[in-house]
C-alpha cells in the first residue's frame, strides 16, 4: 500500500505542477491583449504616465472614435472580408478538383502527378520570378495577383486527399451501379461525407487570408485597395500626433498615438477573435486529419 500511495502522491504532485504550468502560460498569452485593450480605452495622461495595466485609467473612446470617423480601417475591413471570403471560395473549390482524382489508386500517372505536386511544396521560384510572372500577367494592383497564385496549398491538398482515401470504397462503387458518374458521386456523396475535413480546411484557409500581409503589401498599390493587416501596419508604423483628428471637437490632447495603434490592434482582431472559440474543433480535427495518414 505504501507504494501505490506514493505513486498517487507523486502523480498528484505532477498534476498540479502541469496545471500552474498551463496557467502560467495562458496568463502569459492573455496579458498583452489585456493590456492593449486597457490602453485602447485609456486617456492620454495615463498612456503617457505609464499608468495603464490591466485596466482601463481615465476611461476614453476618443480613439475608437477617430478610427471610425477616419474610415480607413472600415474600408480595409470590407477588403479584407472580400479577399478571406472570395479567397477561401476558390482554395476549397481547386483544392477539392485536385484532391478527389489523386485520391484514386487507379488514375493512370498519379504518381508522377503526386511527385510534381509534392515538389512545388519543396521548392519555390523566389519573390522576384514570382513577382516579374505577375506583372506580365497584368495582374498587379488587382485581388487576383494574390488570388491566383495561392488556390491551393499542397499541404491542405494532401490533407484532403488522405480524407478521400479514408472513406469507404463501397460506397462510391454502390453508386456507380446505380448510374452515378464522377461528379454526381463527389457532389452528392463524397463531399456531404467530408464535411468535417471540408470545415477544417475552410477554416485553416480564411485564417490564412484574414492575416494576408506580405502579397497585399507587394502587389496591391491603391490605398483603397489595401487589406486591413497593411492597413493596421501602416497606422502602427506612420500614426503620429498631427495625424490625430476628432470630429466633435475632442482636444487633440485626448488621443495619442499609442491609444491609436492600440484601438487599431484591437479592431482588428476582434472578428476572427470572436469567431475562433466556436471553430476551435475544427482547427484541432483537422490537424488530427493530416496526421493520421499521409
Not at 505513486?7 to 489585456?34: D, K, M, Q, Y
Not at 479584407?80 to 476549397?92: A, E, R, S
Not at 500626433?241 to 498615438?257: D, F, H, K, N, Y
Amino acid at each position: 500500500m505504501q507504494p501505490e500511495r506514493k505513486r498517487l502522491s507523486v502523480s498528484s504532485a505532477g498534476h498540479w505542477v502541469n496545471n500552474i504550468f498551463l496557467a502560467l502560460c495562458a496568463a502569459a498569452t492573455v496579458f498583452p491583449f489585456i493590456n492593449i485593450i486597457a490602453v485602447s480605452l485609456s486617456g492620454s495622461r495615463a498612456i503617457s504616465a505609464g499608468e495603464v495595466f490591466l485596466w482601463p485609467v481615465e476611461f476614453n473612446i476618443a480613439a475608437y472614435r477617430n478610427l471610425i470617423e477616419d474610415g480607413q480601417l472600415i474600408v480595409a475591413m470590407k477588403n479584407t472580408v472580400l479577399i478571406t471570403v472570395v479567397g477561401t471560395l476558390l482554395n476549397m473549390v481547386f483544392t477539392t478538383l485536385a484532391a478527389y482524382p489523386l485520391s484514386k489508386p487507379g488514375l493512370r500517372g498519379r504518381s508522377v502527378m503526386l511527385q510534381a505536386v509534392l515538389f512545388t511544396m519543396l521548392f519555390g521560384g523566389g519573390m522576384i520570378p514570382h513577382f516579374l510572372l505577375i506583372n506580365t500577367l497584368g495582374l498587379v494592383n488587382t485581388y487576383w495577383a494574390i488570388w491566383l497564385p495561392a488556390l491551393i496549398s499542397v499541404y491542405n491538398m494532401f490533407v484532403m486527399k488522405s480524407f478521400f482515401e479514408g472513406l469507404p470504397a463501397e460506397i462510391e462503387e454502390s453508386a456507380a451501379m446505380d448510374g452515378a458518374n464522377e461528379w454526381v458521386v463527389l457532389l452528392r456523396i463524397i463531399l456531404p461525407l467530408s464535411m468535417p475535413v471540408i470545415a477544417a480546411l475552410t477554416l485553416f484557409y480564411a485564417v490564412g487570408w484574414w492575416n494576408s500581409y506580405m502579397n497585399v503589401l507587394i502587389y496591391i498599390r491603391s490605398t483603397d485597395k489595401m487589406s486591413l493587416m497593411v492597413k493596421l501596419y501602416q497606422m502602427i508604423d506612420l500614426v503620429s500626433p498631427e495625424m490625430l483628428r476628432s470630429g466633435e471637437g475632442v482636444a487633440q490632447q485626448t488621443i495619442t498615438p499609442e491609444g491609436i495603434r492600440a484601438a487599431a490592434i484591437v479592431f482588428s482582431i476582434t472578428p476572427i477573435l470572436c469567431v475562433y472559440p466556436f471553430l476551435q474543433r475544427h482547427f484541432i480535427k483537422g490537424v488530427l486529419l493530416g496526421s493520421v495518414k499521409g
